[in-house]
């Protein structure tokens, strides 16, 4: 599905009670949790019955199903994308990326199962991809001024960097494995002598 499609298949945003607003949002994240388990098979009677409501309730706010799981997407999309801004407002300018970087990958681990219904869906988002990108690019330039990243890497190596930590996350049976695998990553990353490099844990 391409980005026109999306778009045309969101429903207008109109302001909402409060009522109404805290209905939704917990549709929201019933939703995404029932799509996370469940994947994009999940029925919205089920969905319903898990946020305590009528299915008539969930079609109110998301007149079919695959508005209301984009609905979902944007949302956790919103909640990845508002951390960002707070770490990169709250968290030193040298850490703000590796901090950032490490929350992804623990999150991508709760997220799985949402991904694996938005790759199933066909849909595609290059507007969150251009989102992430310059939330990435504002990350990386300003941990490379601040010494501790890099300064040949690029917004790019760091999205291929991500895929290869969420792969291992996904895939080895041996979690600690993976954390190990991305701590790798993580030291990779920072420049010779930069504060905070971890190394193997005991045992592997």
Known sequence: MT???VEGSLPAR???RAD??????????????AFAELGIGAPVDEIARRAGVGAGTVYRHFPTKEQLFLAVVMDRVDHILARAEEVLRTEPAGEAFFTFFTEVIDQAAVDHGLSDALESSG???PEVEDRFRGVSKELVERAQRAG???ADLV?????????????AQRYLEDQSRAAFLTSVVLDGMRTCGAVGRTGPSDGL
């Not at 929201?28 to 949790?33: G, H």
């Not at 917004?155 to 792969?167: N, R, S, T």
């Open 148 to 150: 501790t990243l890099r």
């Open 14 to 16: 109109r302001p909402l």
């Open 155 to 167: 917004p790019d190596d760091v999205k291929f960097l991500l895929k290869a930590c969420f792969a």
């Open 20 to 33: 109404a607003a805290q209905n939704r949002a917990r549709l929201l994240s019933v939703a995404y949790e």
């Open 3 to 5: 980005q026109q499609a």
């Open 123 to 125: 849909v595609e988002l």
